[in-house]
C-alpha cells in the first residue's frame, strides 16, 4: 500500500530537521535530498512496527491542514509493502522435508541449505539478488 504523508521540513543550525505529524516523529538530514529519504525511512520503520504490532496505519493528513508560516511543507511517499521488502531483513526458520539419500550428499557436500532455499526461492519468484 502506497501512501503519501506531509513533513513539515525547518532549517536547524547544521541540519535540515523534518517532522512528521502522522506519525509524531522527528528526524533529520544534510540537505533536504538526505532529509526526506530520512523522512521516507522513519515512516517506513514506523510502518511496519506498527503493521506487526496489529495497529492501524494513520491517514494522510492533507497538505491544506497543516498551517506552518515559515517552514517547507511536501509530501513524502511510502510503499510500505516494498519497504517491508527491503528492509525486514529478519530471518524466518522453515522447516522442509527432504529424502534421506538427497540430505546425506547435500550435507557431505558440506551445502548451506539456508542460502540455497533462499537462492532457489529468490530464482523461482524472479527476485534480484541482495
Do not use: H
Amino acid at each position: 500500500m502506497k501512501e503519501a504523508y506531509p513533513v513539515i521540513l525547518s532549517q536547524g543550525k547544521n541540519f535540515i530537521v523534518v517532522y512528521i505529524p502522522d506519525f509524531e516523529i522527528n528526524t533529520q538530514g544534510k540537505d533536504i535530498a538526505q532529509a526526506m529519504e530520512m523522512a521516507r525511512d522513519a515512516i517506513g520503520i514506523m510502518g511496519i512496527d506498527m503493521e506487526d504490532d496489529g495497529e492501524s496505519l494513520p491517514a494522510p493528513t492533507p497538505v491544506s491542514e497543516i498551517r506552518i508560516d515559515s517552514d517547507i511543507v511536501t509530501l513524502v511517499d511510502v510503499d510500505f509493502q516494498e519497504y517491508r521488502r527491503k528492509n525486514d531483513m529478519r530471518a524466518v526458520k522453515k522447516n522442509c522435508t527432504i529424502p534421506s539419500w538427497l540430505n546425506f550428499e547435500a550435507e557431505k557436500a558440506g551445502i548451506n541449505f539456508s542460502a540455497l532455499l533462499t537462492a532457489a526461492l529468490k530464482r523461482e519468484l524472479k527476485i534480484p539478488g541482495r
